[in-house]
């Protein structure tokens, strides 16, 4: 018993370490500005207020648009999950059912290039987009998004179909499916938590991401959570105060998207990696 | 043979996209290597390999190559320590631990440029709260973002605290597929935890460490943001990694020619540290081709 | 009839839409209150031009540079932008703006430019730049300060003063258990320090170019400066290397620091507080040293693309509209009151700009920091034009900057920081 309470212990520490930033910008996002810039901080807003966060909903023009933010980076989100899980489940289902000679290496390369350099890509990206116009779109940052995290998708998805016997598949043909039936009806629901696990995996990943954003997105109206947060601190000036309030609010639709859903996040992740 | 057309016509949409945003910048990239360009656009004069050699002739850059690798190692160590031991912590199932696991995962949401702010705000010697509490215990403000030696490290571990919630889950994935039954036989053996961990766990996850050793090198080698945005390489150049020196170079220095060439070798680093690590260190299942 | 009324109020309004013209222009400058004088501006111009649209997007700082060269090269730049003369530099370099001698010459005649502020945009004979308004530094200080350790609210007027000033109040609080610093002096990788440093190389006249262009910044008085920047920086916080503007403003608002070389943008925020313990001087010279500091001229350029859409016309107007002084007041005065401070002569001494309630609640401040305008200088500019365009890149790759922190980190000897970084500008300007 008491190695449990030590166990407990150990693990609150190690908790402690791990969201003690987050639970800073919490507190802090209900301190006065005044209370901000003091050089005696303390852990708690000695006189809390909620100035920040009305200032958030209150001050909105198309050029800071917090809401707007959020609501932009669910629609770049959701839409880049969909897209990337549709053209990976089909590149994925090809590579487990129609492989080559060398098919196995060419995943493998898949998951390299996911992760080349995006700096010196920036200029030629955005020179591409220009000249399909979808600069300062939406769709061109979905667009874009959806290159990067797909191959990614692929090589996780490729192990669960993978793991689904081709005779399951078979068997449904026989009793007269066609074969896209039988993929739908039979394979994809085994690849559930597949999919899930690489939908979170896409989301997250462009909720956060900041470099590729800036450099395609300029209208006010049209930004990102990411950027909408840039503008807050600036050389000059930071705007603690919203920047806090924003960053605590901005993590809520994530834990309302990743909670429920994490237990499928985590067995996902553990049959994609561990089949590889 | 129809098979076969089949499969290629389902990669299309992916492998499309692929050459489209990467594939096709990345020529584009070497080609500037080869130029004389300030901006990557408009004319260039063709000067062969020149910005090659200048490059390794610039101790900044072939100390970037270096940092790039401590950089890298340093990160890969305690990625794979710490989200190890904190999953044989939390691997277990009651209410407790599921809160805990989730709770964990935060640090992995907060975008990027939010991190690197705070911990500049924390870390600060006079007024952030972790020096706060360090002059509190009777101790002189420590220099975290300004060190010639330690500001390095401390990114480090910023990065690392990034990624730990996911390099955790993935491990408490890997744990919670290893049957109780094995560590149920072992006791009976009388084998300790350490044992159990060593003949049992370890070589159960093997292929998740793997898994999380390369998701962690190739987002630690390609790290920009928190370095950029918290010492733009500095002090004294102590944190120029590669990926920053070629921002700097591009868009600071105006020398698209020579960013270019620096971010070909470094693409090059990438794919080849990526085949070493595939061939050399691969779990052994992961080699067989499977046939259907 | 309400048919033919839905249908007449349809065709005004698409005769309307489709006579306006809309021109965008990006600016840098983020935090909520100065995209809302922005906009004030913008409506206040709309009322009066309503067939022109105008829009503001904002580009913070950081992104300026990627951002303008990539859609100069994927031709989507707006109609103008607002800049500095690095950028500037850079939008001329890659052929993307067009030459505004004729609207500064009308505005000049108008309003009167304080010349040094238009100089740095005058490039191989022709003006690419338009100042709408500058940034002076002064030495800022908190009064109360001064006065519990120096017993006098009078600032240091030469450098040793400062010294001696910021080393009093240093060990005194220190002795007292306080730990104020008598400085605040950043020496981080970024142009926050090169602006601090530049303001004590301006007072011994370091200069980077000669007329020609000629790289004479390895000098005696460059030595001089960046020795006694080194001397200083003991007396500032600890953790300065890794300092930025967010660090030293943090620091000077919480009451850390008594003194610093700065813009005066911080009224605003200790005008909100509802604190008035602030106020600045002429930054300190040595007694052989000259009076000077930098200044730091924003200006607007107009794109090519505002040309080939026809919207030069409309570009001009509104500009023409936002230096008349009262209207330039909105983006100085309310905008970053004390930071951006007027160009022109009449905006200057225009009531508009002085019975702003925060100016006027700083009033001696900001007296202080227009006098200093005309003592200002910009480093890579001190002869006036901008004779040699690796300036950009100079200031960009944060050569002093680097050198500061060789400095203070006591990497390289004053001696050796200096050379090395000259030898640096000489390989830069030489590819």
Known sequence: MTKEIMRKIIVLVVLAIMIFPFFWIISSSFKSFKEIMTMDPSVFPKDPTTAHYHSLFSIRNPSKDFPANIMNSIIVGISTGIISIFISVLGAYSLARFPFKGSATFSKMLLVVYVLPGIPLLLPIYDLLARIRLVDTLPGLILVYTAINSPFAVWLLRSFFEAVPIELEEAARVDGASGLRAFYSITLPLCASGIVTAFMFVFVSTWGEYTLAQLIITEGAKKTVPLGLATYMTDQYIEWGPLLAATTLIVVPVLIFFLPLSKYFISGLSAGALKE | ???????????????????????????????????????????????????????????????????????????????????LLIALLLNKQTKFYRVTKSLILIPWVLPMVVISIVWRWLLEPNIGFVNHLITNMGFEPVNFMGSLNLTFHVLVLINSWHFIPFGTILMLAALSTVPQSLYDAAKVDGAGSFKQFIYITFPLIGKIIWFVGLLAFMWSFNTFDLIWLTTQGGPSNATMTLPTYIYKLAFKMYDAGRSSAAAFISTLILIGVGVLYFTLLSPKSDTEVKQP | MKKVLFVSIVLLLATFIMAQTTIVFWHHESPAHRVAAFQKAVELFQQEYPDIKVVQQVVPWGDAWTKTLAAIDAGTTPDFQFSLPELTITAYQADAIIPLDNIINEIDEKYDFVDSQL????????????????????????????????????????????????????????????????????????????????????????????EDGNLTFDSPETLRAVEFYKDLFKFSPPGATGWAWGEIEMNFSAGKIAMMPYFGGLQKRFYDMGNYDLDGAPQPFPIDGQRGSLTYPNDIHIFKSAREKGHLDEVYKFIRFIMRPEINAIFTAQTEPGSFVPITVEAQESDAYWNDPIISQFEHLNRVIVNEINYGKLYGFETGSAVNLAIGGISGGNLLAEMIQNVVTGKYTVEKAVSETTEKMREFIEE
Do not use: H
């Open chain 3, 119 to 210: 100089e740095p945009y005058m490039i191989d004979g022709n003006y690419w730049g338009i100042p709408i308004w500058t940034m002076p530094m002064v030495l800022i200080y908190r009064p109360s300060i001064l006065e519990e350790y120096l017993g006098t609210s009078e600032p240091p007027k030469n450098w040793n003063e400062l010294l001696l000033a910021a080393q009093e109040i240093t060990l005194k609080s220190a002795a007292e258990g306080e730990k104020i610093y008598g400085i605040g002096l950043t020496a981080g990788n970024n142009l926050c320090t090169q602006e601090q440093v530049y303001t004590v190389m301006a007072n011994v006249g370091v200069e980077l170019f000669d």
């Open chain 2, 1 to 83: 043979m129809r098979s076969r057309f089949k499969g290629f016509l389902l990669l299309t949409p992916v492998l499309s996209l692929v050459a489209l945003i990467t594939i096709l910048p990345i020529v584009n990239m070497i080609y500037n290597s080869l130029l004389k360009t300030q901006f990557g656009f408009g004319k260039g004069e063709f000067i062969g390999l020149s910005n090659y050699v200048k490059l390794f002739n610039d101790e900044v850059f072939v100390g970037a190559v270096g940092k790039s690798f401590i950089w890298t190692l340093e990160n890969l160590l305690i990625q794979l320590t710490i989200p």
